[in-house]
Every structure is written in structure tokens, then in C-alpha cells.
Nanobody, 114 residues
Framework: VQLVESGGGLVQPGGSLRLSCAAS????????MSWYRQAPGKERELVAV????????NYADSVKGRFTVSRDNAKNTVYLQMNSLKPEDTAVYYC????????WGQGTQVTVSS
């Protein structure tokens, strides 16, 4: 089982990034997929969730209207489109797969700074 995040990096405030999480080793289409983030010295927090078929999404208040979660079950991939990024969005971003068991990716660093 693998969840591999990519797409992180350094971006200026107001910029955009698109994170990807590629899954393998399990039946991706059955799993609820989530994005979490963890900033230095803070607890890991839920950012966005998408149901197995992609019909429903939910977001943390802090990212509503700026972030969009989506998935492509044919590609076993979940995405997080992040727009209007702020310095407080700086964190390591993780994807999580949850159905009967839970799997986590290794994380990708997002740094928002001028």
C-alpha cells in the first residue's frame, strides 16, 4: 500500500499550488480520501474530505472558498487545488485514505512566503 503526495513547494502569498496523492495497493474507489496538514508546533488538522465516488466534499473553515479537493478514481489519485495561498497555509500536507483501515502518505511541504 502506498500513498505518495507531490506538488508541494515554495509559493508567494496569493499564489496557487496543486497537490496530488497517488494511491496504490488497495481499492482506491472504496475509500474516503482526506487532506490534512501539520504546521510546526501545531497538531495535524483536517483540511478537506471527499467521499469515495467524489459526490460530496467538506472543508475546514480556514480554507473554504480557496481550496478544492477532487479525485480521479480511474487514476487512483486525489488532488488538492490551493488558491489564494496565505503564509498561515504553510505546513506539511498529508493525504489519508479511510475505509475499513486507514492509510497515510508521507507528506509534502508547502511553504507560502515572499
Amino acid at each position: 500500500v502506498q500513498l505518495v503526495e507531490s506538488g508541494g513547494g515554495l509559493v508567494q502569498p496569493g499564489g496557487s499550488l496543486r497537490l496530488s496523492c497517488a494511491a496504490s495497493g488497495f481499492t482506491f474507489s472504496r475509500y474516503i480520501m482526506s487532506w490534512y496538514r501539520q504546521a510546526p508546533g501545531k497538531e495535524r488538522e483536517l483540511v478537506a474530505v471527499i467521499t469515495s465516488a467524489g459526490g460530496s466534499t467538506n472543508y475546514a473553515d480556514s480554507v473554504k472558498g480557496r481550496f478544492t479537493v477532487s479525485r480521479d478514481n480511474a487514476k487512483n489519485t486525489v488532488y488538492l487545488q490551493m488558491n489564494s495561498l496565505k503564509p498561515e497555509d504553510t505546513a506539511v500536507y498529508y493525504c489519508k485514505a479511510n475505509f475499513i483501515v486507514t492509510y497515510w502518505g508521507q507528506g509534502t511541504q508547502v511553504t507560502v512566503s515572499s
